[in-house]
C-alpha cells in the first residue's frame, strides 16, 4: 500500500493506494493545521483535496485486520510537490463534476452543498421576516403617527431609536387594462395625463411637468443582445451605446424544484 500527496495549482491532492480486498475495510484519518478529514475508500485507488500548505498526520486503519495492513498506522504529511503523470481520473458522470474527482464524493459534496444552501436560504428568510414584524411594532409603539422624514426617541443614557419614515410616490397602474383587456404601460398612462396638462395649461404645464416628472432611461438587454454587427446601423449604435454602457454580473438566484406530481 502507498500514499502520496502532490500539488497541482491550488489544490492539494492526497492519494492511498491499496488491493480492491483491503480497500473495502480501510478507513484514514488526516488531521492538521486544525482540520480533520475522515473518509472511507471504497475503491482501489482514492483520493482527497487538502487545503494549500497543509501539514499533519495521516493515520490508517484496518478495522477489519486486513492482511497486510497495519492497525492505525501513522505518517507525516505535508503538501509536497510530486509528478502527477498518474494522478487519478475518473469518468466524468455529473454534470460540473471534475476529472479528478471520484463520482460518489462529487455527489455527496454537491448534495451537502444543496442542503447548507437551502438551510440556510430558510434561515435566512424567516429572520428577515422575524425582523421586519418586530420592526412594525417597534414603529407603532414609539411613533404611532410618524412623519415624513427622520424622527427621534429618546430612550435615556444617550441611546435614541431613529426613525426614517419614507413615502413613496408611484405614477401608473401596471395591471390597468383598456377596454379589450390590454395591458396599458405605465409610460402610456403618463403620457396621457402629460397631453391632458399641457392642452389644457400650455408651456406653463410643459415646463411644470419637467419639474414633476422625471424618466430613467433604461436599456433592454436582451435587445441591446439582439443587435447585429454585420448590419452597419445596428453595429454603429451598438458602438456608441457600449461608450456608455457598464454591465456587471447579477447576484446568482437558486430556486430548488421539486418533482411535479404525476
Given at each position: ?24 475495510y ?79 464524493a ?100 410643459a ?11 433604461e ?27 457598464t454591465?456587471?454580473p447579477g ?8 418533482p411535479?406530481?404525476?
Open positions: 500500500m502507498t500514499n502520496r500527496l502532490w500539488q497541482d495549482g491550488k489544490y492539494i491532492y492526497f492519494v492511498i493506494d491499496a488491493p480492491n480486498p483491503c480497500a473495502l480501510v478507513s484514514v484519518t488526516i488531521a492538521g493545521n486544525g482540520s480533520l478529514l475522515v473518509a472511507r475508500p471504497r475503491i482501489s485507488r482514492q483520493w482527497w483535496q487538502l487545503e494549500p500548505g497543509f501539514e499533519g498526520i495521516a493515520h490508517m486503519n484496518n478495522e477489519q485486520g486486513a492482511a497486510g495492513i497495519g492497525h492505525n498506522s501513522g505518517w507525516g504529511a505535508s503538501t509536497v510537490e510530486v509528478d502527477t503523470s498518474d494522478m487519478p481520473k475518473f469518468e466524468v458522470k455529473y454534470e460540473g463534476q471534475s476529472e479528478f474527482e471520484e463520482p460518489e462529487f455527489r455527496l459534496r454537491r448534495n451537502a452543498e444543496i442542503e447548507t444552501w437551502l438551510n440556510n436560504k430558510q434561515g435566512a428568510e424567516a429572520a428577515v421576516q422575524l425582523e421586519r414584524d418586530s420592526r412594525a411594532k417597534v414603529t407603532a409603539t414609539l411613533f404611532p403617527t410618524p412623519k415624513k422624514g427622520t424622527q427621534r426617541y429618546d430612550i435615556g443614557g444617550g441611546y435614541k431609536i431613529k426613525l426614517q419614515h419614507v413615502v413613496t410616490y408611484n405614477l401608473g397602474d401596471k395591471d390597468k387594462e383598456d377596454d379589450n383587456g390590454n395591458k396599458i404601460t405605465i409610460e402610456s398612462q403618463v403620457q396621457a395625463v402629460e397631453a391632458v396638462i399641457v392642452e389644457k395649461l400650455g408651456e406653463v404645464g415646463q411644470m411637468l419637467k419639474r414633476l416628472i422625471r424618466w430613467k432611461p436599456l433592454s438587454g436582451s435587445e441591446y443582445e439582439k443587435l447585429d454587427v454585420s448590419n452597419e446601423a445596428e453595429a454603429f449604435a451598438k458602438a456608441e451605446i457600449a461608450k456608455i454602457l454591465i456587471k447576484s446568482p438566484q437558486l430556486a430548488f424544484e421539486e411535479k406530481a404525476r
